[in-house]
């Protein structure tokens, strides 16, 4: 999954005349699955009255939603929290609270390191923020809920999204892969799939609420499993609901590729061509290492199934260089992987030992921080080629776009997506609005961009 930093801007929810309405920030960290929570946190709370805010200085509680994936992450999290405690000089009221997976991994231990911070809730947790809120108005304490429940889905809450024209749906939570490197199922629990009628009725309610586009969220979502209902089954009954025309999902895991998902993804036009495919490293010994379930060939065989069956598919990946014991051979076997399926776009990153995983207890971090930078810096620059040569095949070809808003850069222009995953950017002309699909003849392109120009439908 990608990742990034957001807030959350929303309009003010309805509340009672009577109520006082209390306001509350929240800013996101980590990948989409921790948007979509931060989403869920939203409509729990606005069904307590609260109101969002994008002034955090307005803010009566500040919730910061968090990631734990690697060190870094973490120490980000850890700084902005001191920043945010600034305000409780002005605001001495002030909530400040840690949610997700950064929460689960350290505990307690959080509140000794930053005694400005009132409120530390788990993943399994956020069904409790309203009580946990009240306590902290009439207590000093901290409220802390590190529970995991197995069972909890929020099956009856419906997330408060911010306007846009990609709705996420979490189908899975958890994880029970335990791929040595990786803190998730510690921090997010048990692998469970949300009932599909459930899934259903959300990606209805989306539909209903002007959403054409909409993402399927899980660890290792192609897993998915409710009763007789597998993952191809959900995407195909998806692919039945009327208003949606876009349907993605992510991340899948690369041992979990049936020929029945391939053949129900080419089958329908609403599943979108674009595949998040992490290969982690392109080594045999690696891979068993990192004990990830797949060799390079069975992955191979997935990358040939897609592109046989769904020609125009995008493929893109994460890559971790340095890990444990990562010989030149076995970063070398990487590169030539990357080479051989050429990614569309690919995250990469340096291996970061998390504490509690297989890999920190049992192998040794021992690959040089300077070789660890050079690999990155190396497999930074092949990809970059290759993403700018895939884009460049684009050029003369007409994609349809659908529409996200104005371009950051530059006001007079819009930007969307394709089908295939790539952002393009092109002149803002007449009556488009966002969430209109319209037709772009692509003239340029970088490697993260393509640029054109509508053309007539
Ligand atoms: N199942 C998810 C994985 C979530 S973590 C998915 O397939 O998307 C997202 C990515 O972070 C992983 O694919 C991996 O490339 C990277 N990652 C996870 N743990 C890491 C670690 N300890 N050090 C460096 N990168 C890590
Ligand atoms: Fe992590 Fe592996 Fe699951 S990368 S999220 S343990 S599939």
């Not at 955090?56 to 500040?62: K, L």
């Not at 920043?83 to 959080?110: V, W, Y």
């Not at 009763?227 to 089954?233: H, I, K, L, P, R």
Request: proline share 5%; net charge negative.
């Amino acid at each position: 999954m990608t990742e990034s930093t957001d807030s959350t801007v929303l309009e003010p929810p309805e509340v009672s005349a009577r109520a006082q309405p209390r306001s509350l920030y929240v800013e996101t960290y980590g990948c989409q699955m921790n948007k979509a929570d931060s989403e869920l946190i939203v409509g729990l709370l606005a069904r307590e009255g609260y109101r969002v805010t994008d002034r955090v200085d307005r803010a009566d509680v500040i919730l910061v939603n968090t990631c734990a994936i690697r060190e870094n992450a973490e120490q980000r999290v850890i700084g902005r929290m001191s920043e945010l405690s600034r305000f409780k000089t002005a605001n001495p009221g002030l909530i400040l609270g840690l949610c997700g997976c950064m929460s689960q991994h350290l505990g307690d231990r959080i509140i000794d390191k930053a005694p400005y911070i009132d409120l530390v809730a788990g993943p399994d947790s956020y069904r409790r923020l309203p009580a946990m809120l009240r306590t902290l108005s009439t207590e000093d304490e901290p409220a802390l809920d590190l529970t995991w429940d197995r069972a909890e889905h929020y099956l009856d809450i419906d997330p408060v999204r911010e306007a846009g024209v990609n709705g996420w749906i979490t189908i899975m939570r958890g994880c029970d892969k335990m791929c040595t490197f990786c803190i998730v199922p510690f921090v997010r629990g048990r692998e469970r799939s949300t009932p599909h009628g459930e899934v259903i009725r959300q990606i209805e309610h989306l539909a209903a609420e002007g959403y054409r586009e909409v993402t399927l969220l899980g660890q290792t979502v192609n897993k998915y499993r409710d009763g007789g209902v597998d993952f191809a089954d959900l995407l195909s009954r998806a692919a039945e609901i009327d208003g949606i025309e876009r349907i993605r999902f992510t991340s899948p895991h690369p041992a979990h590729f049936p020929d029945r998902l391939i053949e129900v993804m080419a089958a329908s036009p609403k599943i979108c061509p674009h595949t998040h495919l992490p290969l982690q490293s392109g080594a045999s010994t690696t891979l068993s290492r990192m004990r990830r379930d797949y060799t390079p060939e069975s992955f191979l065989d997935v990358v040939r199934r897609l592109r046989e069956n769904i020609p125009r598919i995008a493929l893109t990946t994460d890559i971790i260089v340095g890990f444990c014991g990562e010989t030149e051979e076995e970063f070398e076997a990487t590169c030539e992987m990357m080479r051989a399926v050429r990614f569309d776009s690919a995250f990469m990153f340096k291996y970061s030992p998390r504490p509690g995983t297989a890999s920190h207890r049992r192998l040794a971090d021992d690959v040089p921080e300077e070789v660890k930078a050079r690999r990155l810096t190396d497999i930074i620059d092949m990809q970059k080629s290759i993403s700018d040569a895939r884009n460049q095949a684009y050029r003369g070809r007409t994609v349809q776009v659908l529409v996200e808003g104005r371009s950051r850069r530059d006001a007079d222009k819009l930007f969307g997506k394709t089908d295939t995953f790539k952002t393009v950017v092109f002149p803002a002309q007449g009556e488009i609005v966002s969430n209109a699909v319209v037709p772009v003849r692509v003239n340029g392109s970088t490697p993260f961009t393509l640029f054109g120009d509508v053309v007539a439908a």
